[in-house]
C-alpha cells in the first residue's frame, strides 16, 4: 500500500473542531435524501455534516437558537436555509434524517422530539448523560421505529479505525482477545464553552470521550455485552474548574470472554502537533495491530498509520486518503431501506449503557497534595 501525502485540510490543534474530509462516495442522487442540522453547540456537527454530504446526502435546513452559530454553519454550507425554529425544520415532510450535536444532557431529550415529528435521529457522541435517557430513547425507537444513531467519530471518522476493523472481519490476527485505547485530548479550555465545564450537562469523562472508547471495544471484540470490572476519574490538574474529570479509566470484560483497557484524558501537551495522540491496541489470537490515529509522534504528522503482525510478518500501511467513511453512505442506505448495516441500535445503545455505567460506578481519586 503506497503512503499518500499528508491531509492538512482538517482541524488539528483541539478535538471540538474536528472534521475530516474524505473523498465523495455518493449513495444517492441530489435531493433523494434530504436532512437538517440542529443544534450547533458542539464542532462535531461539521464533521457530520461534511461526511453525509460526501456521501450524497442534502442538506436543507439549519436551525440553532443562537444566530451567530447559524451564520458560521451557513458561511460553510452557503445553500442551506436558515430555519426560524426547530418546529419549521421537523415539520418539513422532506427532511429524513436530522443531524445534531447540543449540548449532550440535551442530547436525549432532542433525539425524542425528532423521532416523535418521524424523522431519524443522528447525534453527537455521548449520546446520553443518564441511563434514564438512554431508557426513554430504547422506548422511543421501539414505538417509532425511528433510528437513533451516534457519531462515535473516533471509529467512524478515522480511516485507520475503519481499516482495523476491515483486518479484523479478514482474519488478520484471529479472535480478538484485548483492546486497549488511549484517547487524550487537548483541552483549550479558553476556547470551550460554560457547559463544558458543568458536569451535569457533560455527563463525566468516561461518559463523554470514553464513550468512544467503549464503542471501539465491542466493534473490534465482537461483543454483545460487556460488563464494567473497574473505572476511575479524577481532577488532577485543573482545580479552577471543580466539575472537570481530567483523567479516567475503565476496565471492562466482554461476553466472549475478551478485554478491554482504556484511559482517557485532558493533558495532551502543547508540543503535540495535533490535539490528541490517540493509539488503539487490538490484540488477537494469531496476531496484533496498532493504530496511530491522529499521528506518528516525532516521525511522520500524518496519522492513520497502521501496524500489523502476524504470521505474515511486520507490516505498516500508511492509509490516509485511501480508504474512506463507509459510515456514512451506509446510514443513509439504512435510513431509506430500514435495514441496519451501518450500525445496529442495539450496538449504539449498548455502548451508551456501559459508558453511563462507567461513569456511575468509578472510583474519584483525590490528586496528590489535595
Not at 500500500?1 to 499528508?6: D, E, G, Q
Not at 488539528?12 to 478535538?15: A, E, M, N, Q, V
Not at 455505567?357 to 481519586?365: G, L, N, R, S
Given at each position: 500500500?503506497?503512503?499518500?501525502?499528508?491531509n492538512?485540510?482538517?482541524q488539528?490543534?483541539?478535538?471540538m473542531?474536528?472534521?475530516?474530509?474524505?473523498?465523495?462516495?455518493?449513495?444517492?442522487?441530489?435531493?433523494?435524501?434530504?436532512?437538517?442540522?440542529?443544534?450547533?453547540?458542539?464542532?462535531?456537527?461539521?464533521?457530520?455534516?461534511?461526511?453525509?454530504?460526501?456521501a450524497?446526502?442534502?442538506?436543507?435546513?439549519?436551525?440553532?437558537?443562537?444566530?451567530?452559530?447559524?451564520?458560521?454553519?451557513?458561511?460553510?454550507?452557503?445553500?442551506?436555509?436558515?430555519?426560524?425554529?426547530?418546529?419549521?425544520?421537523?415539520?418539513?415532510?422532506?427532511?429524513?434524517?436530522?443531524?445534531?450535536?447540543?449540548?449532550?444532557?440535551?442530547?436525549?431529550?432532542?433525539g425524542?422530539?425528532?423521532?416523535?415529528?418521524?424523522?431519524?435521529?443522528?447525534?453527537?457522541?455521548?449520546?446520553?448523560?443518564?441511563?434514564?435517557?438512554?431508557?426513554?430513547?430504547?422506548?422511543?425507537?421501539?414505538?417509532?421505529?425511528?433510528?437513533?444513531?451516534?457519531?462515535?467519530?473516533?471509529r467512524?471518522?478515522v480511516?485507520?479505525?475503519?481499516?482495523?476493523?476491515?483486518?479484523?472481519?479478514?482474519?488478520?490476527?484471529?479472535?480478538?482477545?484485548?483492546?486497549?485505547?488511549?484517547?487524550?485530548?487537548?483541552?483549550?479550555?479558553?476556547?470551550?464553552?460554560?457547559?463544558?465545564?458543568?458536569?451535569?450537562?457533560?455527563?463525566?469523562?468516561?461518559?463523554?470521550?470514553?464513550?468512544?472508547?467503549?464503542?471501539?471495544?465491542?466493534?473490534?471484540?465482537?461483543?454483545?455485552?460487556?460488563?464494567?470490572?473497574?473505572?476511575?476519574?479524577?481532577?488532577?490538574?485543573?482545580?479552577?474548574?471543580?466539575?472537570?474529570?481530567?483523567?479516567?479509566?475503565?476496565?471492562?470484560?466482554g461476553?466472549?470472554?475478551?478485554?478491554?483497557?482504556?484511559?482517557?484524558?485532558?493533558?495532551?501537551?502543547?508540543?503535540?502537533?495535533?490535539?490528541?495522540?490517540?493509539?488503539?491496541?487490538?490484540?488477537?489470537?494469531e496476531?496484533?495491530i496498532?493504530l496511530?490515529?491522529?499521528?506518528?509522534?516525532?516521525?511522520?504528522?500524518?496519522?492513520?498509520?497502521?501496524?500489523?503482525?502476524?504470521?505474515?510478518?511486520?507490516?505498516?500501511?500508511?492509509?490516509?486518503?485511501q480508504?474512506?467513511?463507509?459510515?456514512?453512505?451506509?446510514?443513509?442506505?439504512?435510513?431509506?431501506?430500514?435495514?441496519e448495516?451501518?450500525?445496529?441500535?442495539?450496538?449504539?445503545?449498548?455502548?451508551?449503557e456501559?459508558?453511563?455505567?462507567?461513569?456511575?460506578?468509578?472510583?474519584?481519586?483525590?490528586?496528590?497534595?489535595?
Open positions: 500500500m503506497s503512503t499518500p501525502s499528508s492538512k485540510s482538517f488539528t490543534s483541539d478535538g473542531n474536528y472534521a475530516p474530509k474524505g473523498r465523495p462516495n455518493e449513495v444517492v442522487k441530489p435531493g433523494e435524501f434530504i436532512f437538517a442540522a440542529v443544534a450547533l453547540d458542539h464542532g462535531h456537527i461539521y464533521g457530520m455534516t461534511g461526511g453525509l454530504i460526501e450524497g446526502a442534502t442538506l436543507k435546513w439549519v436551525y440553532d437558537p443562537d444566530p451567530a452559530k447559524m451564520a458560521a454553519f451557513a458561511g460553510k454550507y452557503p445553500n442551506v436555509q436558515q430555519a426560524d425554529s426547530l418546529e419549521q425544520v421537523l415539520a418539513d415532510p422532506e427532511v429524513r434524517l436530522v443531524a445534531a450535536a447540543a449540548v449532550p444532557s440535551e442530547r436525549g431529550p432532542l425524542l422530539k425528532v423521532m416523535d415529528a418521524g424523522k431519524d435521529y443522528f447525534t453527537d457522541k455521548t449520546p446520553f448523560t443518564s441511563l434514564d435517557q438512554l431508557e426513554a430513547a430504547r422506548q422511543k425507537v421501539r414505538e417509532t421505529s425511528r433510528k437513533y444513531a451516534v457519531y462515535f467519530s473516533e467512524l471518522h480511516e485507520s479505525a475503519v481499516y482495523a476493523g476491515q483486518l479484523v472481519q479478514q482474519g488478520a490476527i484471529g479472535r480478538v482477545l484485548q483492546v486497549t485505547g488511549f484517547g487524550p485530548h487537548r483541552l483549550s479550555a479558553p476556547s470551550r464553552p460554560d457547559w463544558f465545564f458543568e458536569k451535569d450537562k457533560y455527563g463525566g469523562i468516561l461518559c463523554d470521550i470514553g464513550s468512544h472508547q467503549i464503542e471501539q471495544f465491542l466493534f473490534y471484540a465482537g461483543c454483545k455485552d460487556a460488563e464494567v470490572v473497574h473505572s476511575k476519574v479524577a481532577n488532577y490538574g485543573n482545580p479552577e474548574y471543580p466539575e472537570l474529570e481530567d483523567y479516567g479509566d475503565a476496565t471492562l470484560v461476553d466472549n470472554g475478551a478485554t478491554q483497557y482504556f484511559r482517557v484524558d485532558w493533558f495532551t501537551p502543547d508540543g503535540l502537533g495535533t490535539w490528541g495522540d490517540g493509539r488503539t491496541f487490538i490484540l488477537g489470537t496476531g496484533y496498532e496511530r490515529k491522529y499521528t506518528d509522534i516525532a516521525r511522520d504528522a500524518a496519522g492513520d498509520q497502521v501496524y500489523l503482525v502476524n504470521k505474515d510478518g511486520e507490516q505498516h500501511f500508511s492509509v490516509r486518503g480508504i474512506g467513511y463507509p459510515y456514512f453512505g451506509e446510514l443513509i442506505l439504512d435510513c431509506l431501506h430500514r435495514t448495516n451501518a450500525m445496529t441500535q442495539e450496538h449504539v445503545f449498548k455502548a451508551a456501559l459508558c453511563l455505567k462507567a461513569q456511575q460506578q468509578a472510583i474519584h481519586v483525590t490528586a496528590p497534595g489535595k
